[in-house]
């Protein structure tokens, strides 16, 4: 992906938003981008994400989506759990959300989806 352009494009949502979780979040995006690429920018955003979530600031589902980015399946199945049981609304696109295509072939995937009630991923 172009993550300089999704950066910056973060950057400008935050600002939107005012929320001092989401800037922390991207900052360190920002950061770990600058100084290690993109996994990098997947670390420093995962251990924001991580603080907010512990502080019911963020949904378990972004958590997730980070994790599945960085290729942990195991983990981003926990936090995809962690959505189920607290009913996270963002739960509903897991089925088609590009972020999860890795675990597609995954059962433990294939089976979350039928426990929530969504369609089998393709």
């Known amino acids: 992906g172009d993550y300089p352009s999704s950066l910056r494009e973060m950057s400008h949502e935050v600002a939107l938003l005012h929320d001092p979780w989401a800037s922390a979040i991207a900052k360190a995006a920002e950061k770990g981008f600058a100084t290690r690429g993109v996994s990098g920018m997947f670390q420093g955003q995962l251990e924001q994400q991580k603080k907010a979530y512990a502080e019911g600031k963020l949904s378990p589902y972004f958590v997730a989506e ?53 369609p089998p991923a393709k």
Not at 95 to 111: K, M
């Open 66 to 118: 980070t994790y599945a980015r960085m290729n942990n399946p195991e983990q981003a199945l926990f936090y995809l759990e962690a959505c189920y049981d607290r009913r996270a609304d963002e739960t509903v696109n897991s089925s088609v959300d590009p972020a999860f295509d890795s675990l597609h072939p995954l059962p433990a995937f294939q089976q979350f989806l039928t426990k929530v009630g969504l």
